[in-house]
């Protein structure tokens, strides 16, 4: 069966800093890979997706970037952090393919002092 | 544009009082319809694909239906351990690969 790690599972962090999400799937090769942000009361918004090895897609213009070094595994990063990154992360993945769900990972609580 | 709404946005319900969700699309062509549940602090699990119209899909006491412009989801006698936000998703015109997701209803069922 497939699973999907996602951590950490909180973060606290200053303005400022760096920020590196990770993600890893198991138990599928090639699949594509999602990145979102869930705000309170809001919808999940798309940050990025990647159809493969060194494949991204952006979103939205923002202060933040991704990168998939490996088939089954993908980062988010940030240079710098500002007090509007925070929000709740999302990982997730799907098969290659039409009409397939996304699966997602149990998210990262980042909050910026 | 493609959207997902979905109705109510919180919906309290007494155990074992049956009721149902609503998710109305509009999207060009549609290819599916995804129903998840989350709960706090969590990511979306996923519950069903509807493909087309007139699809059914059941699970436990939840049951999903679709029809050309929305989809349901019907709760049957619910229990205290159904509350959860459930949100509903449909592929985005442009491609397989995106989906654009409603806000969710936000279900809590009491003892």
């Known amino acids: 069966s497939q699973t999907i790690h996602q951590w950490p599972a909180t973060l606290v962090q200053p303005v400022g800093s760096p920020l590196s999400l990770e993600c890893t799937v198991e138990?599928?090769?090639?699949?594509?890979l999602y990145w979102y942000r869930q705000a309170a009361g809001r919808g999940l918004q798309l940050l990025f997706y990647?159809?493969?090895?060194?494949?991204i897609s952006s979103e939205v213009p923002q202060n933040l970037s991704a990168s998939r070094p490996q088939d089954r595994q993908f980062i988010l990063s940030s240079k710098k952090l500002l007090l509007s990154d925070s929000g709740f992360y999302l990982c997730?993945?799907?098969?290659?393919?039409?009409?397939?769900?996304?699966?997602f990972g149990d998210g990262t609580r980042l909050s910026i002092l | 544009e493609d959207q997902v709404t979905q109705s109510p946005e919180a919906l309290r319900l007494q155990e074992g009082e049956s009721s149902s969700l609503n998710c109305s699309y509009t999207?060009?062509?549609?290819?599916?319809l995804f129903w998840y549940r989350q709960d706090p602090g969590k990511g979306p699990e996923f519950l069903f694909t509807?493909?087309?119209a007139g699809e059914e899909k059941e699970k436990e006491r939840l049951k999903a239906t679709l029809t050309k412009k929305e989809s349901f989801l019907h709760i049957t006698a619910p229990k205290p351990e159904d509350s959860a936000t459930y949100l509903c998703?449909?592929?985005?015109?442009?491609?397989?690969?995106?989906?654009?997701f409603g806000i969710g209803t936000k279900l809590q069922v009491i003892p």
């Open positions: 997730a993945w799907n098969r290659q393919g039409r009409v397939q769900p996304q699966h």
């Open positions: 138990g599928t090769s090639n699949p594509n």
């Open positions: 990647s159809v493969g090895i060194g494949q």
């Open positions: 999207v060009s062509g549609l290819r599916g």
């Open positions: 509807l493909y087309s």
């Open positions: 998703a449909v592929p985005n015109s442009g491609g397989y690969q995106k989906v654009t």
